[in-house]
């Protein structure tokens, strides 16, 4: 199942700290997502000013309930960074897909 995964960090002024704090573990735990196929895309999402506010991710895993073990480890949310996360079903374009 693929997934679009839209994450937004908390809006308090220890928010953008946080997403530092926290980065080198999650840029380390996606990375391995992206070499087991797991992560197809990523980006951040950015408010008006160029502030990193949070992120979009496009993700495969074989059931919702694998996806979401995932999100109960990912450093981003057990650092209090993504304070709202939503999550829809979604389908890769067959051009968007590694051959």
Known sequence: MEFLILAYDGTDGGAPE???AHR?????MIGKLVAEGRIF?????????DRMIGTALV???PSRAE???WLNVE?????????KIDIQRCK???A???K
């Not at 080198?24 to 380390?28: G, Q, R, T, V």
Request: glycine fraction near 10%.
């Open 41 to 49: 895309y990523g980006a951040a999402i950015l408010d008006d000013s």
């Open 24 to 28: 080198p573990a999650h840029l380390e």
């Open 96 to 98: 968007f897909l590694k």
């Open 92 to 94: 890769t374009g067959p």
């Open 67 to 69: 996806m979401d073990a």
């Open 59 to 61: 993700a495969h895993f």
């Open 18 to 20: 946080r997403r530092l």
């Open 75 to 83: 450093p981003y949310v057990t650092g209090g960074v993504w304070k």
